[in-house]
T-cell receptor, first 114, second 115 residues
Framework: AQSVTQPDIHITVSEGASLELRCNYS??????LFWYVQSPGQGLQLLLK??????LVQGIKGFEAEFKRSQSSFNLRKPSVHWSDAAEYFC????????????FGPGTSLSVIP | NAGVTQTPKFQVLKTGQSMTLQCAQD?????MYWYRQDPGMGLRLIYY???????DKGEVPNGYNVSRLNKREFSLRLESAAPSQTSVYFC??????????????FGPGTRLTVT
């Protein structure tokens, strides 16, 4: 069955510290991969996406993610977190032959200590 | 462009009542989606429509029906609301998948409470 897991329900980091949010997927073949961010009371906004080629992808707001096929992972990173990064982060997958079906992980809530 | 709009923003229903959540997009997107968001569960796909005239079940379709009225509009209907359907509902749309994926655009959400 297709699924996306985000092992960390909640993470707290200090402002200026580095961040890594984990995402693992279970899929028949390598899907398209996305990270979205949701600020409180808002809809979701795309941070970055991976579909082929270079396994390290850059996104908005200084975020990057690395695709590792052998681990079925697509972890999100940021070298230095800002207080405004406090939000909910979602990993999502879309199969290349699934006719546009997009599935999300359960999300990781990020708190930032000033 | 308004993007993706949803109505209503808030709704309280009694158990057994019915209602329809409306969603419209003005970006000429082919694909549209309905998700529900519950604490600790993330976004779960209820139904999606890859094009006008087609709809498919997602992960949690039970208790819901959808209508893709035209390319712009995709409605979600609760025929007999239950407390388990208390949630925040998001509509999304995107261009169809080609050789690379396109991002989804989300509406502001509808907060539904069933008592």
């Amino acid at each position: 069955a297709q699924s996306v897991t985000q092992p960390d329900i909640h993470i707290t980091v200090s402002e200026g510290a580095s961040l890594e949010l984990r995402c693992n997927y279970s899929y028949g073949a390598t899907p398209y991969l996305f990270w979205y961010v949701q600020s409180p009371g808002q809809g979701l906004q795309l941070l970055l996406k991976y579909f082929s080629g270079d396994t390290l992808v850059q996104g908005i707001k200084g975020f990057e993610a690395e695709f590792k096929r052998s681990q079925s992972s697509f972890n999100l990173r940021k070298p230095s977190v800002h207080w405004s990064d406090a939000a909910e982060y979602f990993c999502a997958v879309e199969g290349k032959t699934s006719y546009d079906k997009v599935i999300f992980g359960p999300g990781t809530s990020l708190s930032v200590i000033p | 462009n308004a993007g993706v709009t949803q109505t209503p923003k808030f709704q309280v229903l009694k158990t057994g009542q019915s209602m329809t959540l409306q969603c419209a997009q003005d970006m000429n997107h082919n694909s549209m989606y309905w998700y529900r968001q519950d604490p600790g569960m993330g976004l779960r796909l209820i139904y999606y429509s890859a094009s006008e005239g087609t709809t498919d079940k997602g992960e949690v379709p039970n208790g819901y029906n959808v209508s893709r009225l035209n390319k712009r509009e995709f409605s979600l209907r609760l025929e007999s609301a239950a407390p388990s359907q208390t949630s925040v509902y998001f509509c999304a749309s995107k261009l169809p998948q080609l050789s690379s994926p396109y991002e989804q655009y989300f509406g502001p959400g509808t907060r539904l409470t069933v008592t």
